[in-house]
């Protein structure tokens, strides 16, 4: 394992990176030049477009498909959940008349949609869209245990019936939701963005031009175009049933280098980007220091380890003690984030305080190994998807920590199609991953992990006492209760199996130009322009 040393070299060398890219005083001169140009030429156009610099998604606008936070960030401003999570943490309804009604058994959901809403083009919104949106969203496999406690889910699942029978039509604007089995966070999990609504008929119509050429939601925005490689233009929904919408459009241009976005940024040619933690010094005390925002996502870095590569209990607890994640933290990440052993961080229902917070000992986990049959070391191979840099940063550090322990680490870099299907077929024995919690409970935090999550899964872990614990926690609607239950299961994940070894939390920054308003980051970490203007 590499100590802090180490680890501070590696910053420094991304400090260094990131000074030569951003230029110097001269450069900083010219940028002030063109972004006096560039603003003066906006407002001169009369129209109120929000320029944002965005990572290039490669793949369709459909978080149905992906479940990318890049392509959310687009996505959220086009197409519309049923209901949404307020910045406060609570459910309110977006495209139904009021909140659903819940039977006395607690098994059905009753439904209301609201009056006058049309997608994009031009169709009115039924309950058949609503069918089938849910039903798409689980054939495409990549969120589907969203609704897996569903009537009939299962057998739809499994391809044994044309839909799922628990989804019931009533009428146009009247539909129920059947549950199998009791399960209170099913509102929240429809908030998502991954049960966006889309209509039926044009969404089958495009195919695989879904999400590409095509793409008609509900939301303040439609989508204008979408070229990989250049970006998005979306334009103003004038027939928004959410109010009026002040801006006249938005502008994703694709820059994957965290440098170069900032260096448009201060020419004047973007409104918005989000910084990399390598930047944060560099813009915290500068000249954009009141120009720079920050926000903390619930959720954050973990080491996943696949329990058939990797079966031994105590191999796995010498890698959790292996990482130096106070170094990495504040050297590698220059104090941006928060060391974490748990999954479940404050803010939750089941976050614990007391828990042991794994210290860097680097000698116990040479002793653990040495128990588990390993006296000379262990070989590891860290999977990172090349798509987010900083899962590289992550174990290359990690890489440097733990071959003081005698882990001897190699680290395989691969694309974003590559990551999906070895994920998915177990060809990742330790990847860097990372998550955030699509709602505000402890089940959206913990399904990646449970074994039930077939479609998330990359562990291959089975406990049957957390099985049963996740089970528990979403019959009750006791918080004392949950929170006992979840925080049970936390310790079991991360302080007994040890199937994850969880890193930090982080805290994000973005760049906003003073003369954009009403604009902001939820804590599920989504972004909607609706209520946001430009005041020059």
């Keep these: 394992m590499k100590k802090r040393l180490v680890s501070l070299a590696l910053a ?19 940028a002030d030049a063109t972004a006096t140009t560039n603003t003066a030429s906006s ?9 944002v610099a965005s990572e290039d998604p490669q793949v369709p606008l459909d978080m149905q498909l992906n479940t990318y936070s890049i392509i959310m960030k687009v996505t959220d401003n086009v197409t519309e959940s049923l209901m949404l999570t307020n910045d406060k943490g609570e459910l309110e309804p977006t495209l ?15 439904f209301t949609l609201k009056d006058g809403v049309t997608f994009h083009n031009g169709a009115p ?36 019936a044309d839909e799922i029978t628990g989804i019931e039509i009533v009428d146009d604007t009247h539909f129920n939701i059947h549950m199998s089995e009791i399960y209170t966070p099913l509102l929240s999990a ?3 963005p991954y049960c966006a609504i889309y209509p039926a008929e044009a969404c089958e119509e495009a195919g695989d031009n879904w999400g590409m ?8 925005f439609k989508l204008v175009s979408y070229q990989t490689g250049v970006g998005v233009e979306l334009a103003k929904n004038e027939n928004y049933h959410g109010g009026e919408v002040k801006l006249d459009g938005i502008k994703y241009t694709f820059i994957d280098d965290p440098n170069t976005g900032v260096l448009e940024y201060q020419k004047g040619n973007i409104d918005v980007v989000y910084l990399d933690a390598s930047l944060y010094p560099t813009y915290a005390n500068g000249d954009l220091k009141d120009e720079l925002y920050t926000f903390n996502p619930v959720g954050g870095y973990y080491l996943s380890l696949n329990v058939k590569d990797i079966p031994e209990v105590k191999v796995r607890e010498a890698m959790t003690y292996a990482i130096d994640r106070d170094a990495i933290c504040n050297s590698v990440l220059f104090g941006t984030a928060t060391p974490n052993s748990n999954f479940l961080q404050d803010g939750l229902i089941g976050a614990d305080d007391s828990a042991e917070q794994f210290a860097y000992d680097p000698e116990k986990a040479k002793s653990l190994l040495a128990e588990a049959g390993y006296p000379d070391g262990y070989d590891l191979r860290i999977t990172v998807n090349t798509k987010y840099p900083t899962s590289l940063t992550i174990a290359t550090a990690v890489q440097a920590q733990m071959a003081e322990a005698g882990i001897r680490v190699e680290i395989e870099q691969v694309d974003s199609a590559a990551w999906t299907d070895m994920k998915k077929n177990g060809g990742v024995t330790c990847g860097i991953g990372n998550w955030y919690v699509d709602y505000n409970d402890p089940d959206s935090m913990l399904y990646p992990v449970s074994d039930g999550r077939v479609d998330l899964n990359s562990i291959f872990w089975h406990n049957d006492e957390f099985k049963q614990l996740m089970i528990d926690g979403v019959q009750t609607e006791d918080t004392a209760e949950r929170q006992e239950i979840y925080a049970h299961a936390d310790h ?35 972004t909607m322009f609706n209520n946001t203007d430009i005041e020059y």
């Design 12 to 30: 420094l060398a991304l400090t260094a990176g990131c000074l030569t890219g951003c230029g110097g005083s001269k450069d900083e001169n010219k």
């Design 43 to 51: 407002e001169a156009s009369g129209e109120k477009i929000l320029r």
């Design 96 to 110: 139904l008349a009021e909140m659903p009604v819940l039977s006395e058994d607690k098994l059905t959901y009753s």
């Design 125 to 160: 919104l039924t309950s058949n869209d609503v069918k089938y949106s849910l039903e798409r969203m689980v054939s495409k496999y990549k969120m589907s245990s969203l609704l897996e406690k569903v009537a009939g889910y299962q057998e739809f699942f499994d391809e044994q």
């Design 190 to 192: 429809l908030s998502t």
């Design 213 to 220: 050429s095509v793409l008609y939601g509900t939301g303040p």
């Design 492 to 526: 079991i994940l991360t302080h007994e199996e040890f199937a994850v070894a969880m890193i930090y939390n982080e805290t994000m920054f973005y760049l906003k130009k003073p003369y954009v308003k009403d604009f902001a980051v939820t804590f599920t970490y989504r």
